[in-house]
Every structure is written in structure tokens, then in C-alpha cells.
Nanobody, 121 residues
Framework: EVQLVESGGGLVQAGGSLRLSCAAS????????IGWFRQAPGKEREGVSC????????YYADSVKGRFTISSDNAKNTVYLQMNSLKPEDTAVYYC??????????????WGQGTQVTVSS
């Protein structure tokens, strides 16, 4: 069974940091680009970041460049998102997904359940 499980969300003040984790199972981890999407109330889902588990290439949305860092640990089948300098506009439910090649998520067949990130001002 394909499964993606997110963790690490929570409540943080503006300027703070969080690290999200996405543990993957049920498929060949190295064959997929796994990444993060987010959706805030009243807004469309947007791609945040994506990483190829095989070659390590990365993608970041312009809104998070310089603040967020995606990484993967192939031995643990886990992808991380380190989020620094958080802003209230980062508040959303964050989902990990495979494949993340399309920033709109149309190519993502597998999704986690989501983890809430709330940034207070």
C-alpha cells in the first residue's frame, strides 16, 4: 500500500522555524520526485517545493526561496522541509505528494493526509 505520512506541523510565531517530515512507503522511493504542496483557506493549492530522490535536484516556489530548504534521506525513505523565517502568509495545510513534477499537483497520484502549519503575527 502506498502511503505518505506528514508530521512536524504546528503553531509558530512569525520569524520562527518548523521542520516538516514526509515518510514514504509502498513504492520505489528513488523513482519519484516527492515534494510539498500547501493550501490555505480560500486559496488554490500551490506547489511549495520538490526534490528528486534519485539525483537530488530541487524546485522552490518563488515565495519560499531563501527561506525553505527541501532534503531527502533515501535510507529512511523520508523527505524533509525546513521552513525558516516563517510568515503569516505561510499558514496552510501542507501536503506531501508523489510525483511533484507539476507544481499544480496534477501529476501527483499519491498524497499524504496533510499537516497544519499556523504562523501567528
Amino acid at each position: 500500500e502506498v502511503q505518505l505520512v506528514e508530521s512536524g506541523g504546528g503553531l509558530v510565531q512569525a520569524g520562527g522555524s518548523l521542520r516538516l517530515s514526509c515518510a514514504a512507503s509502498g513504492f520505489t522511493f528513488d523513482d519519484y520526485a516527492i515534494g510539498w504542496f500547501r493550501q490555505a483557506p480560500g486559496k488554490e493549492r500551490e506547489g511549495v517545493s520538490c526534490i528528486s530522490s534519485s539525483d537530488g535536484s530541487t524546485y522552490y516556489a518563488d515565495s519560499v526561496k531563501g527561506r525553505f530548504t527541501i532534503s531527502s534521506d533515501n535510507a529512511k525513505n523520508t523527505v524533509y522541509l525546513q521552513m525558516n523565517s516563517l510568515k503569516p502568509e505561510d499558514t496552510a495545510v501542507y501536503y506531501c505528494a508523489a510525483d511533484c513534477s507539476d507544481p499544480l499537483g496534477t501529476l501527483s497520484d499519491y498524497w499524504g493526509q496533510g499537516t497544519q502549519v499556523t504562523v501567528s503575527s
